[in-house]
């Protein structure tokens, strides 16, 4: 072993250490690594610049500002929706639906973005259904990791991969050439849940307990709201349906208050004088407990739904919680918010006033106002964002920024044609990706759907450092003859087995080191590796190529090895040992769609 050999082995030891330790972040740690190879003479400057001119990382650029395109026009948000209309009430077709389709979509767009979308509407959906919330949130997550490997931009790790690839001299992956693998993984990912993974998942017996656990924000525990807010389910049955808002009388007959009528997981402008409640109404209503078991009980054909487990954007709804303050010598000192007319002006319903370190949380529209007070406001998005509080109040907490606002989900079709234009030109390598991915961003902005002020914060620059800062590591590992060492040691202990074996090994080594990696720093590591390996067998070193792509997205045993199982967590009151036993099935299904697939596409 050379010197040089020494030298990028002690900086891939210490940066899988840092990884894993989580002592320095991720991305500085590629900086690092960056720098040392230059340091140390391992690399020349242009070579440890390359990464961050690699057609890998700035596709990744590209697709991440086209992914956040189709979130902000409303397309990934209308595909979870019709989750409702396909599922109806059929628990089996819920989860069947709910892990496929994430699967499939997250071949396309992000997904973070996917599962992000998908979280709330299985929250509503689960509770409609009286289905645990665990039953289905880490199965869309574990779908969407696995929906990865439809597509060659499915994950960044597989961007990466082909670019290692091609700069080998070796052919790269097609488009879709992957897809069989992704389609097999999301198809038994899919059984395996109806089957299986319901009985490993966290269920009923264990709601309430979940449901303590249940992550509630600062708004929420400051104003003690826990047990004021309410969802109702309007059912077919309801004498409810057809009737005016108005003539149901639930404030002045049983002293609840009715913040947001929510209809296809959309808030209502309910306080017009026309507004008829229709079946699968979702009434946002706040007040104790007892009188909404009242109200239930006197009116049959009423389900409550439960709390909204996330207050500031409730899951069933596009509404959120807003607070603002009287500042002094404000000029509705002394009135009430019914005297303000507050509610028809505004679109938005106070909830409770904070006042001397307490919190008024019943008749907060006909309680006066002073100075100092601090007001909670629920309202839809659109609305709380074209709020403007001055120079009656003072902003507090302002809304947070509409991921899909409702003024440009006209552009959706837009939005879906720009990417299936890119998924047509990469495909039909009429155009390389990184080209395509950058031509759809700039047709994005120039249609409206993503101002160019918010362009660069849809790129997730962390990803794109972490990635052209591993990426010399790759290089080097060849280059020093770091990665025919590996490859030899690997070959001599796996090889007389054969070739299959000597693949599902390399695979392995991958899906072990993305439990604490992120998959992109798998690749860089991994790839030179397998193709050395596949050279030394004299094997086609596609196969081997997609053994460490498939084994960098199945982050499946740990929740902190990838942003989409960890964002689960919370909502799903999961556990390390649940994402141990739901997973270890997953890793099995995975070992074994490789061995039969991959050789079948692309033989030895």
């Avoid at 001119?53 to 991440?64: F, P, Q």
């Avoid at 009737?243 to 309910?270: W, Y």
Wanted: glycine letters at 10%; proline letters at 6%.
């Amino acid at each position: 072993m050379t010197i040089e050999i020494g030298v990028v082995f002690a900086i891939l030891g210490t940066a899988m250490l840092l990884f894993i330790t989580g002592w320095i972040r991720a991305d500085i740690v590629a900086v690092l690594v960056l720098v040392s190879l230059a340091a140390t003479g391992v690399l020349e400057v242009a070579e440890v610049l390359k990464g961050f001119s690699s057609e890998a990382v700035i596709a990744i650029a590209g697709l991440l500002v086209l992914s956040a395109g189709l979130v902000r026009s409303g397309v990934v948000r209308w595909i979870a929706e019709r989750l409702n209309d396909i599922a109806g009430g059929s628990r089996k077709r819920l989860t069947w639906m709910s892990t496929l389709v994430p699967g499939v979509l997250s071949g396309f767009v992000s997904d973070i973005a996917t599962v992000s979308l998908f979280i709330p509407v299985v929250l509503r959906l689960a509770r409609k259904n009286d289905i645990h919330r665990s039953k289905l949130l880490l199965p869309i997550a574990m779908a969407a990791l696995a929906g990865g490997n439809l597509t060659i931009i499915g994950a960044s790790h597989n961007l990466v991969v082909n670019d290692l690839l091609r700069t080998s001299g070796q052919p790269e992956l097609g488009f879709f050439e992957i897809a069989p693998v992704g389609i097999a993984l999301i198809f038994f990912f899919a059984v395996y849940t109806l089957i299986m993974g319901q009985r490993l998942l966290p269920g009923e017996n264990e709601k309430d307990a979940a449901e303590s656990r249940e992550d509630r924000t600062d708004l929420m525990r400051t104003y003690q709201l826990e047990d004021r807010l309410w969802e109702v389910l309007i059912l077919d049955n309801s004498s409810w349906v057809g009737k005016r808002l108005q003539e149901i009388a639930i404030g002045s007959g049983h002293g609840l208050t009715v913040l947001s009528v929510v209809r296809h997981d959309e808030p209502q402008l309910h306080n017009r004088v026309d507004f008829i409640l229709e079946k699968d109404d979702m009434l946002l209503v706040s007040g104790r407990r007892s009188r909404v078991d009242k109200l239930v009980q006197k009116h049959p054909g009423l389900k409550v739904l439960g709390h909204p487990s996330q207050p500031e954007k409730f899951p069933s709804s596009s509404g959120e919680l807003i607070e603002v303050v009287v500042p002094p010598r404000s000029p509705v000192v002394g009135k009430t918010m019914a005297d303000l007319d507050f509610r028809s002006e505004t679109c938005l319903t106070g909830v409770a006033i904070w006042r001397a370190d307490n919190p008024i949380r019943t008749d907060v529209g006909t309680t006066p106002l002073q100075e100092g007070d601090a007001l909670l406001l629920y309202g839809p998005g659109d609305q709380t964002r074209s709020y403007d509080p001055g120079p009656d109040f003072l902003w507090l907490q302002q809304p947070r920024g509409e991921e899909s606002p409702r003024e440009l989900r006209h552009l959706g079709k837009w939005a879906a044609l720009i990417m299936a234009g890119v998924i047509a030109l990469a495909g039909f390598n009429l155009l390389p990706i990184a080209v395509g991915a950058l031509g759809g961003a700039a047709l994005m902005v120039l249609i409206g759907i993503l101002p160019p002020r918010l362009l660069y914060e849809h790129v997730e620059w962390r990803t794109i450092v972490l990635v052209g800062g591993m990426y010399p590591l790759g290089l080097a590992m060849e280059k020093s003859g770091a990665a025919g060492l590996v490859s030899s040691l690997i070959a001599d202990t796996l090889g007389t087995l054969g070739p299959h074996i000597t693949m599902m090994g390399i695979m392995l080594i991958a899906l072990l080191l993305t439990q604490s990696l992120h998959g992109a720093a798998v690749a860089v590591i991994m790839t030179p590796v397998a193709l050395d390996t596949a050279g030394l067998l004299g094997v086609e070193p596609k196969a081997f190529a997609v053994a460490v792509i498939v084994g960098a997205a199945a982050t499946y045993l740990l929740p902190e090895g990838h942003p989409a199982p960890l964002m689960v967590q919370s909502p799903g009151s999961y556990e390390t040992r649940d994402y141990l036993k739901f997973g270890a099935g997953l890793v099995a299904i995975t070992l074994l769609v490789v061995a039969v697939i991959v050789p079948l596409m692309w033989p030895f």
